[in-house]
C-alpha cells in the first residue's frame, strides 16, 4: 500500500523567503492552515502556509513593490542613449551572437555585478562621472572589466585612439595612431578609409595617408 504524502508542519522560527513564522497556525476560510509571520521589512502578516510552502507567497509585499518600482525605472528610461550603452556593454561580455564578443566575452572581459543586473546604479555613477549624450564609455586598461575603477567617459575621437584594433602607424619618420593620423595635415582621407588601407588593402602607409579618395595606389 502507498505510503501516504507527508506535508509539512508549520514551526515557531521556520522560515519562508523573507517571512518568518512568529505564532502557532490558526484554521482560516476553507479549513486551510494560516500564519502569522514577520517580513524582513519589519512589518507582521497573516498568510496561508500553503501559500507560504508553495512559494507564491515570499514577503508582506515589500518584494512586489521593489520589483515594481525597479521595472518602471527602466521601463521609463528604455529608450535613452545611456540605457542602451549599458546594453552594449553587456552584449559585448555576454551575448556570443554580438559581432564585438570575440574581443570582450571570449577574451574574458565581463560587467562588475554593480552595474551587470542593475541600469540605475550604471546610470547614477555615469551622471556622477561626466556623461552626457556626446560621449562614449571607455575602459581605462583594456584588458580590464566594465567597473567604476577602470571606466570613464571619453569622446568618439578619443575612444577611436584607443580600441586594440587601431595600432600604431609609422609613416613620414612618426609613429601615430590612425586617428592620429587623420588630424595630421598630410592626411588626405578620412578615418575609415585609411584603416582600410592599412588593415585590409596593406597600403603603404606614407602612400595611405596622401592619396586621394578613388585613387589607387601607385604601383
Known sequence: MPSRRKYPIPEI?????????????????????????????????????????????????????????????????????????WCGIKNRCYNSNEPSFKNYGSRGISVCNEWRDNFTAFRDWAITNGYDDSLEIDRINNDGNYEPSNCHWVTHKENSRNTRRNHPLTAFGDTKSIAEWVDDNRCVVKYDVLQWRITCGHWNAEIAITTPTRQMAPL
Do not use: A, M
Open 13 to 85: 522560527g521556520d522560515r519562508y523567503g523573507r517571512l518568518t513564522i512568529t505564532d502557532k497556525p490558526t484554521i482560516g476560510k476553507w479549513s486551510k492552515l494560516h500564519v502569522r509571520c514577520i517580513c524582513d521589512c519589519g512589518n507582521s502578516t497573516h498568510v496561508s502556509f500553503g501559500s507560504l510552502t508553495s512559494g507564491n507567497t515570499i514577503s508582506c509585499g515589500c518584494f512586489r513593490r521593489e520589483t515594481t518600482r525597479k521595472r518602471s525605472v527602466i521601463h521609463g528610461e528604455s529608450n535613452t542613449h545611456l540605457f542602451w550603452i
